[in-house]
Nanobody
Framework: EVRLMESGGGLVQPGGSLRLSCVASGFTFRNYAMVWVRQPPGKELEWVSGITGTGGYAEYADSVQGRFTVSRDNNRNVVYLQMNNLKTEDTAMYYC??????????????RGQGTQVTVSS
């Protein structure tokens, strides 16, 4: 059974940092790109970042470029999202997702249950 479990969310002040983690199980982790998406309150799901199976290539949404960094540990089956200089507009439920392919950093075959990030003073 494929499982994705996010953690690391919380309440943080603007300008602060958080690191999200997503532990994967039930599939050969290194063979699939992983994706982070988010859903702000009352809005649609938004793609945030994706990283290839090897970890050699990643992309970011314009809204987070330069502030967020995605990485993965294929020995531990974990993908991370380091979020710095957080803004109120980053408030959302964050989900990690398994892609359909090793190099497809946009598709989402399966998402986890999410972790809430709230940026507020």
């Amino acid at each position: 059974e494929v499982r994705l479990m996010e953690s690391g969310g919380g309440l943080v002040q603007p300008g602060g940092s958080l690191r999200l983690s997503c532990v994967a199980s039930g599939f050969t982790f290194r063979n699939y790109a992983m994706v982070w998406v988010r859903q702000p309150p009352g809005k649609e799901l938004e793609w945030v970042s994706g990283i290839t199976g090897t970890g050699g290539y990643a992309e970011y949404a314009d809204s987070v470029q330069g502030r967020f960094t995605v990485s993965r540990d294929n020995n531990r089956n974990v993908v991370y999202l380091q979020m710095n200089n957080l803004k109120t507009e980053d408030t959302a439920m964050y989900y990690c997702a398994k892609s359909k392919m090793m190099v497809d950093i946009h598709s989402q075959e399966l998402r986890g249950q999410g972790t809430q990030v709230t940026v507020s003073s």
